[in-house]
Nanobody
Framework: VQLQACGGGLVQAGGSLTLSCAAS????????MGWFRQAPGKEREFVVA????????DYADSVKGRFTISRDFIKDTVSLQMNILKPEDTAVYYC?????????????????WGQGTLVTVSS
């Protein structure tokens, strides 16, 4: 499985941005997709995840109500709609795909990672 993330950029606080992650290869191996982020000087943290089937999702408290994850079943793309962005959302965002079970918040449950895309929120 290969993952290609895109959509990062610079946005003002309160604004919106949409990230996309395109999956290719053996997508039948995918059980769940997640987004993680790493802010400067901090450890990578969980943001949101969903079952590849679309039946479950899980959001970090810090983004609940502002971010929405969705999947395009035709294009095998997962999108992350980010609204009401805050400066503390500034980070490199990574998409990841897991093939074994639903433990969405644990990085070691993900087998495939895309390259990061930088989101910068100015105050």
């Amino acid at each position: 499985v290969q993952l290609q993330a895109c959509g990062g950029g610079l946005v003002q606080a309160g604004g919106s941005l949409t990230l996309s992650c395109a999956a290719s290869g053996r997508t039948s191996d995918i059980d769940n997709m997640g987004w993680f982020r790493q802010a400067p000087g901090k450890e990578r943290e969980f943001v949101v995840a969903m079952r590849w089937s679309g039946t479950n999702s899980d959001y970090a408290d810090s983004v609940k109500g502002r971010f929405t994850i969705s999947r395009d079943f035709i294009k095998d793309t997962v999108s992350l709609q980010m609204n009401i962005l805050k400066p503390e959302d500034t980070a490199v965002y990574y998409c990841a795909a897991g093939s074994s079970g639903w433990l969405p918040r644990y990085e070691n449950r993900y087998d495939y990672w895309g390259q990061g895309t930088l989101v910068t929120v100015s105050s």
